[in-house]
């Protein structure tokens, strides 16, 4: 079965960077893309960006750009995502997410919670 | 910036139906596949309705999705108290080159 499994709860200092890590299994890895979602305290999902597992590539949303990098190891069926300069705002739950081509998100992972405080 | 508009919340009693509505823009709802999300408190979002109105294994026919334009709608019949949750739409904005999620909408069963 499909599951997506990601690393645990981080805690960093502002200005610090943090990498948060999505293990695949059940499937095979390249053949779906994974995109990351985000959900502060108490407000809505928000999209942060998306790896093709084939090839590598990359597209992020504009609000994150220069401070955002996802990749990924095939060898190991995972994909990262990297979040740098942090601030107070960018506490929330992180989600890596299966795409489907039809654009739809099947299988998601647990969640990392990723509080940045002083 | 939030370019899909959703009620911040509907309610009903328990087996009523319940429609929550998903507003968008030829970029986005317009010329791409709706999906639904339905996220219990304290879980991850799990998806309800793909292709604006196909339900995957396992979900109920309760569930229901239908779109019309710019604007998608998903329902709820038969509403139980396991259906309080936060629900979101989402969908590709080709405009912005992103992904789009709605502002979520929360339903209470009185």
């Known amino acids: 079965q499909v599951q997506l499994v990601q690393s645990g709860a981080e805690m960093q200092k502002p200005g610090a960077s943090v990498k948060v890590s999505c293990e695949a299994s059940?499937?095979?890895?390249?053949?779906?893309?994974m995109h990351w979602v985000r959900q502060a305290p108490g407000q809505r999902l928000e999209w942060v960006g998306w790896i093709n597992t084939g090839n590598g590539n990359t597209i992020y949303s504009q609000k994150f750009q220069g401070r955002v990098t996802i990749t990924r190891d095939t060898s190991a069926s995972t994909v990262y995502m990297e979040l740098s300069s942090l601030r107070s705002e960018d506490t929330a739950i992180y989600y890596c997410?299966?795409?489907?081509?039809?654009?739809?998100?099947?299988?998601w992972g647990q969640g990392t919670l990723v509080t940045v405080s002083s | 910036q939030s370019v899909l508009t959703q009620p911040p919340s509907v309610s009903a009693a328990p087996r009523q139906k319940v429609t929550i509505s998903c507003s968008g823009s030829s970029y986005n709802i317009g010329n791409n596949f709706v999906s639904w999300y339905q996220q219990l408190p304290g879980s991850a979002p799990k998806l309800l309705i793909y292709?604006?109105?196909k339900r995957p294994s396992g979900i109920p026919d309760r569930f229901s999705g239908s779109m019309s334009g710019t604007s998608a709608t998903l329902g709820i019949t038969g509403l139980q108290t396991g259906d309080e949750a936060e629900y979101y739409c989402g969908t590709w904005d080709s405009s912005l080159s992103t992904w789009v999620f709605g502002t979520g909408t929360k339903v209470t069963v009185l």
């Open positions: 292709d604006n109105n």
């Open positions: 059940g499937y095979t890895f390249t053949t779906y893309a």
């Open positions: 997410a299966r795409f489907r081509t039809s654009y739809y998100f099947d299988f």
